[in-house]
Every structure is written in C-alpha cells, then in structure tokens.
Nanobody, 119 residues
Framework: QVRLVESGGGSVQAGGSLRLTCVAS?????MGWFRQAPGKERERVAR????????AYADSVKGRFTISHDRAENTVYLQMSSLNSADTATYYC???????????????WGPGTQVTVSS
C-alpha cells in the first residue's frame, strides 16, 4: 500500500492559480489527480507516467493545468492556472502500479485537499 499526502489546496478568486503537491511513500508507476465536486462523481484531471514523464489531461483542464513530478522525491505536482468556479472540488492524488492508458487503477488515494474558486 502506498501512502499519499496532498497539500496546497485553498481558496482563490477566479483567474487565480494554485499548486497542489502529493508526496508518495514509495515509487509508483503512475500518479494522477482526480477531483470530486459536491453531488458529482469523481473525475480524472491529469496523470503522469513516472518512468517516461508522459502526461495526459482531462479536456476541461487542458491548457490551464500542468502535472509534473519529482521522481527522486516520489512527488507529483499539479499547477493550476486560470481557475474558475467549475474547478471547485476536493482534489485527490492517486498513485499505483497498475495503469490503464497511464491512469492509476486499483490505486491508493490521498485524503484529498479542497480547492475553492470564488467568482
């Protein structure tokens, strides 16, 4: 089991930026960010393959969010820019050894960090 700890959430005005950080207790093959807004299902946001650095994004965040990682520190980041109210959600880090199209599956989850964007 991989332990994950997220940080960096908070409140920001529309158009602002935040950077989320997730530290994993050990190496994993793929890491990603998901989010869940009240009353909605959890959805994919971005993912990265640790070995290659290959990334992928949900259409809703392309061009605004950037996922990156520090392989040596087992850490993944999510730089979020041009935030809007639709980005308000609890953001969860995911990491694992099973990856489908690079997205973690059967993975560990962090406890989540809240991002609130006010207009």
């Amino acid at each position: 089991q991989v332990r994950l700890v997220e940080s960096g959430g908070g409140s920001v005005q529309a158009g602002g930026s935040l950077r989320l950080t997730c530290v994993a207790s050990r190496y994993t093959a793929c890491m990603g960010w998901f989010r869940q807004a009240p009353g909605k299902e959890r959805e994919r946001v971005a993912r990265i393959l640790v070995a290659s650095g290959s990334t992928a994004y949900a259409d809703s965040v392309k061009g605004r969010f950037t996922i990156s990682h520090d392989r040596a520190e087992n850490t993944v980041y999510l730089q979020m820019s041009s935030l809007n109210s639709a980005d308000t959600a609890t953001y969860y880090c995911a990491a694992g050894f099973s990856c489908v199209d690079g997205w973690p599956v059967r993975n560990s989850w962090g406890p989540g960090t809240q991002v609130t964007v006010s207009s």
